[in-house]
């Protein structure tokens, strides 16, 4: 005959125990909503930041050298030129508009999707002009405009706007743009103007630099980090 075992447990204990675990379901569900909400805080102030305030961009080829090298990550300013509409870039606030010598982010006119960069060299209403390889604006030669050139030949208009082109008065509400990079730059030359409303924003600062060839998970990509170049302003 089994001796029944006495039960030693106390009521009370039982019902303290079983009221701890809704406030413990309660912290845990007010800890999730707290990230929760952080998180969609961050997400909304990110997408804020970069679509009115500044954005990063990264360098993929060499049509702005010197001044711009492949693998420099520049920071735009998106606000300089004034706060737009999203997606349609439209100036709701204006500001100040692209001026000679900016170096500007811009939707491509024969892609919207891609984004291109480049030096503004003429705006609207001015004439632009190229005589062997020299930039001229209302028939004035353009001093320090930063040009580089690499091919010592001279290509005539014939063959093409590299070297010989214009004259050409911009219209107004467009830019002529050209890359640094005279003899290896696809820009205003060869397609034309870029509207207002294309205009990204403005290159203020590198804020990184390494040598896109290199494998990225290798040590020859991170010996390649340029610190010089770090945190200089683009001009």
Do not use: C
């Not at 019902?15 to 997400?43: D, F």
């Not at 204006?94 to 939707?107: A, H, L, S, T, Y």
């Amino acid at each position: 005959m089994e001796t029944p075992q006495t039960d030693h447990s106390n009521p009370a204990e039982e019902k303290q125990v079983e009221g701890r675990l809704p406030q413990e379901q309660a912290a845990a569900k007010s800890v999730a909503r707290e990230y929760t909400e952080a998180i969609i805080i961050a997400v909304l102030l990110a997408l804020f930041i970069r679509t009115f305030i500044v954005q990063a961009f990264k360098i993929p080829s060499g049509s702005m050298l010197e001044t711009l090298q492949i693998g420099d990550h520049v920071l735009v300013s998106k606000f300089i030129y004034g706060i737009k509409m999203p997606f349609t870039g439209k100036v709701l606030i204006p500001i100040k508009e692209p001026k000679r010598g900016d170096i500007i982010v811009f939707k491509f006119p024969q892609d919207p999707s891609v984004d291109y960069i480049k030096r503004v060299i003429a705006v609207g209403g001015e004439t632009v002009e190229i005589k062997n390889k020299k930039v001229f604006i209302n028939g004035k030669l353009l001093a320090n405009d930063h040009g580089q050139f690499t091919d010592p030949e001279i290509k005539p208009a014939i063959e093409g706007p590299r070297d010989n082109y214009g004259p050409v008065t911009v219209p107004d509400g467009k830019l002529f743009v050209m890359g640094d990079n005279r003899d290896n730059s696809f820009d205003g030359r060869f397609w034309g103007f870029v509207d207002l409303d294309a205009v990204r924003g403005k290159a203020f600062i590198l804020y990184w630099s390494w040598d896109l060839q290199k494998s990225l998970f290798s040590i020859d990509r991170f010996t390649s980090i340029r610190w010089g170049r770090i945190g200089h302003l683009v001009e």
